[in-house]
């Protein structure tokens, strides 16, 4: 009701603001920040029709992707890491107080595990791989564009969908998933460690009575999510550094672009999904 609420307020918002285009001065720069906004809107969406178009025809550049999937995944592999082993102290640190209160002390291993698998490790994730990799293709594509290698790269028969966008953004697809796997699987092993501190317990117990009531339905829309994070990650760092210019400013801003934007995306796509699921997979 909540998202239905707010999508209802911005369509009368933008019905308001669309008349008033153009009178004497009135609103004129959140209406010039709307124009500009469904303007970028277009040009992500004939970008991603473009790169769709040349994906899928050969010739395949494999070689690149096998070396884009081995870039994103091996270099984000420690942060991811260490992300997963915060969360999973935190999330055991924030609620054993209050499951303690309640008198559900027996509950809190489900809670941890439910709580990362579900949402916790899928969104840091998306997050902490977002500030590393959409930052790196941002400002790499940004300095191939400003430098005109991009157009080079044209002039050689060479197209630059196909290999320089289409492999960054199928590694972030593939790659995400995967990387959540490890970061739930770190995250759940440091809230046992971090339980065994204030209590001990073993940790085949621990895994017993977290994975106890954890079905495919918890755990495989949650995971499966990120592929859709990965996505809005590569396209939108993709695009980013392809319309960079102005340069080394403007492949500053396509970095700064691109992570801020994913970052704000996967967040807006996890409520979404987080619905969907919900709703599809009670």
Request: net charge neutral; glycine share 8%.
């Amino acid at each position: 009701m909540v998202t239905h609420s707010i999508l209802i307020a911005f369509i009368f918002a933008a019905a308001y603001v669309a008349p008033n285009i153009g009178r004497a001065g009135l609103l004129s720069r959140t209406d010039g920040m709307v124009v500009r906004f469904f303007e970028w809107f277009g040009n992500i969406f004939m970008f991603f029709i473009q790169l769709v178009r040349t994906a899928f025809a050969p010739p395949y550049e494999f070689r690149e992707f096998l070396h884009q999937f081995d870039e994103l995944g091996s270099k984000s592999l420690p942060l991811v890491a260490l992300a997963g082993a915060a969360t999973g102290a935190v999330v055991l640190m924030s609620t054993r107080d209050s499951m303690i209160r309640f008198g559900a002390k027996a509950l809190l291993p489900n809670v941890v595990v439910f709580s990362i698998i579900k949402e916790t490790g899928p969104i840091i994730t998306a997050l902490v791989v977002s500030g590393r990799a959409a930052a790196g293709i941002g400002s790499e594509l940004g300095a191939m564009k400003v430098t005109e290698q991009i157009d080079a790269m044209e002039a050689s028969a060479v197209d630059p969908y196909k290999y320089l966008a289409a492999t960054r953004i199928l590694a972030c697809v593939l790659m995400l998933p995967l990387l959540t796997l490890v970061a739930d699987f770190i995250g759940i092993l440091v809230g046992w460690v971090a339980n065994v501190a204030a209590e001990p317990i073993s940790l085949r117990l621990f895994i017993h009575i977290g994975f106890k009531d954890v079905t495919f339905n918890d755990f495989l829309p949650s995971t499966l999510k990120t592929l859709v994070f990965g996505l809005i990650m590569g396209v939108i760092a993709c695009f980013q550094g392809m319309n960079a210019s102005g340069g080394t400013e403007g492949v500053e801003r396509a970095a700064t672009s691109s992570v801020v934007l994913s970052s704000l995306f996967i967040i807006l796509a996890d409520v979404i999904l987080v619905h969907l699921i919900l709703v599809f997979f009670p």
